[in-house]
């Protein structure tokens, strides 16, 4: 680091995403704020603000009196999110077929062009990111603020599993789903965009690689290598 660089809880969030986007930490690894303090050159006040920030993102699970631990997705969990999902946004593709506007139409190829951006800059949580808020932005042209507020949690909930266990093949397919989708829905072909949604949540689920390796349990290890 240079000597003038200012730590604030923006880096500390943006450097733990990375070690566990690119599989350094461990699910279940314990993010103690004393190390992280001495890492990072700041107060623990910083670290826990930024231990928050990722525990609402679901990233990181802080349990009282024991400390904040990089988050365990569960198989299980994610079979019935996706489950899930498959029903809600079923419907709501359905729906969206017949009431789709020019203007919303144009905010969803919008969208799809920023993801196919990410995907050649190779910036993981971002491609990460634009991947999930294709189905919030799906949700909110539907008008229904409830099935858009569940969505996001459902997301939330799916995040890490993505962030953790997605291929790089496997996000550029989804990008290619996304973009069909978006035409059979441009087509105001309600069935179509249905059934490759379905699919689309099928292929998400069976993409996920869950034979990964098994990165670090030590924090320390795991960020020093964001320096090299």
Not at 67 to 75: D, M
Request: proline residues 4%; aromatic residues 2%; glycine residues 4%.
């Amino acid at each position: 680091m240079h000597g003038m660089t200012v730590t604030t809880t923006a880096t500390i969030v943006e450097a733990l995403t990375r070690a566990i986007v690119e599989q350094r930490l461990q699910p279940g690894a314990k993010l103690a704020e004393q190390r992280l303090a001495a890492h990072f050159g700041v107060s623990r006040t910083l670290v826990r603000q930024a231990l928050h920030q990722l525990a609402q993102r679901r990233l990181v699970r802080l349990e009282p009196a024991r400390g904040a631990f990089v988050a365990t997705p569960s198989a299980r969990e994610a079979r019935e999110v996706f489950a899930v999902r498959r029903t809600l946004e079923g419907a709501l593709v359905r729906e969206l077929a017949g009431t789709l506007t020019p203007s919303q139409l144009r905010a969803l190829r919008q969208h799809v062009r920023r993801e196919a951006a990410a995907l050649a800059g190779r910036d993981v949580p971002v491609r990460t990111q634009l991947l999930g808020d294709f189905h919030v932005l799906l949700a909110r042209c539907s008008g229904n603020l409830v099935l858009a507020e569940l969505l996001d949690d459902l997301l939330a909930r799916c995040s890490l599993v993505a962030l953790m266990f997605q291929s790089e093949r496997a996000a550029a397919h989804s990008h290619d789903e996304h973009e069909a989708i978006v035409e059979a829905l441009a087509a105001r072909d309600a069935e179509r965009a249905a059934a490759l949604l379905d699919d689309h949540l099928r292929h998400v689920e069976e993409g996920l690689a869950l034979d990964r390796p098994t990165p670090s349990p030590d924090v320390t290890v795991a960020l020093q290598e964001l320096r090299a």
